[in-house]
């Protein structure tokens, strides 16, 4: 129903910068909050930064400063600008679109992630 693709990971040295992007395609609802999400090796998913459909962001403190996350609505794409890369961004970065189908429904996809690893 609803297909996401993430593209951009790779590896970087420390310092460095990547740019992710992640096209969201199929039946989605137009008031929507699409994000990225990242887990490293033994660790809990946690939330990169997100994005309404209204440009409404949320970032982790941690990143903060040094990501920005963007989106044309017009073709559902959300972008993850990363700069000042450390060592511990290494993970699997996701991406991810939910919104209220009622409610008492919301839904949620996600992408099959895309690596990221920064080595020092």
């Known amino acids: 129903q609803v297909q996401l693709v993430e593209s951009g990971g790779g590896s970087v040295q420390a310092g460095g910068s990547l740019r992710l992007s992640c096209a969201a395609s199929g039946t989605i609802f137009s008031i929507n909050i699409m994000g990225w999400y990242r887990q490293a090796p033994g660790k809990q998913r946690e939330l990169v930064a997100s994005?309404?459909?209204?440009?409404?962001?949320n970032y982790a403190v941690s990143m903060k400063g040094r990501f920005n996350i963007s989106r044309d609505n017009a073709k559902n794409t959300v972008y993850l600008q990363m700069n000042g890369l450390k060592p511990e961004d290494t993970a699997v970065y996701y991406c991810?679109?939910?919104?209220?189908?009622?409610?008492?429904?919301?839904?949620?996809?996600w992408g099959e992630g895309t690596l990221v690893t920064v080595s020092s």
């Open positions: 991810n679109i939910k919104w209220a189908a009622s409610v008492n429904y919301r839904v949620d996809y």
């Open positions: 994005i309404g459909s209204d440009g409404s962001t």
